[in-house]
């Protein structure tokens, strides 16, 4: 079961907020991303290749006071600090389903207009493999991507079943070292992936659930 495993055990509490990204990283140093038991009904370790999606909201990336706000960069490497401390929640898409998407979607919006008021939504995200950011050049230290199911039902499974953390893999880390390693994820991420912004493209559409300050 896979609460025998350690690394799952750790994973665990870290989903409670029990554990903080320095501690999980100083216990399973050097990126042992694919080395927990799986919970039941999760779709499994975040594998090579895996596409993963970062929300950006307001007024966590972006202050958003009205509609011109929009405008400006939503995703800076400052968006990758939370990496370092409590840990980055982001959305498998190649295991995510539409309606676990727009659960995800719909949940950050109404926690962040919940916190912000009309202030509070989402501005955007950034649509990339996870290669790019578990693989950095040697003496900088890259992310973890561990599978950590949120929202488990009384049947035992889970509304969010794609959610995924990113986390140093590194504890101990000083705060020149963490630079390094967000400038180069930050680079890679918008190398290789694809930045979205608000506006409806395809199947990505979040005109709803921008602020509504932004929509006055």
């Known amino acids: 079961m896979a609460t025998t495993c350690p690394l799952r055990k750790a994973l665990n509490e870290f989903s409670e907020e029990k554990l903080e990204v320095e501690d999980l990283a100083r216990e399973f140093p050097n990126c042992q991303c ?7 009904g999760s779709p499994g370790p975040v594998s090579k290749g895996e596409m993963l999606r970062l929300y950006l909201t307001a007024p966590s990336h972006l202050r958003v006071r009205k509609r011109d706000d929009l405008k400006k960069r ?21 295991r995510a389903s539409p309606a676990e998407i727009a659960h995800t979607q719909e949940s950050l919006h109404s926690v962040q207009v919940d916190i912000n008021g009309d202030c509070g939504g ?20 890259p992310l973890c991507a561990y599978e950590t199911p949120l929202d488990i039902q ?24 963490k630079k390094a ?35 006055k």
């Open 181 to 215: 390693s967000r400038d180069i994820v930050f680079n890679q991420m918008n190398q290789i992936g694809r930045l979205r912004d608000h506006r409806p493209d395809g199947e990505f559409d979040i005109s709803t659930l921008v602020p509504k300050a932004a929509q």
């Open 122 to 141: 989402l501005v955007g995200a950034i649509d990339f493999p996870v290669d790019c950011v578990r693989s950095c050049p040697d003496g900088t230290a």
């Open 34 to 40: 694919e080395a927990a038991v799986s919970p039941n």
């Open 74 to 94: 939503a995703f800076k490497v400052a968006s990758l600090k939370r990496a370092f401390a409590k840990g980055l929640s982001v959305c498998r898409l190649d």
């Open 154 to 177: 009384e049947d035992g499974s889970y509304l969010r079943p794609s959610h995924c953390d990113l986390v140093a893999s590194i504890g101990g880390l000083s705060d020149e070292e």
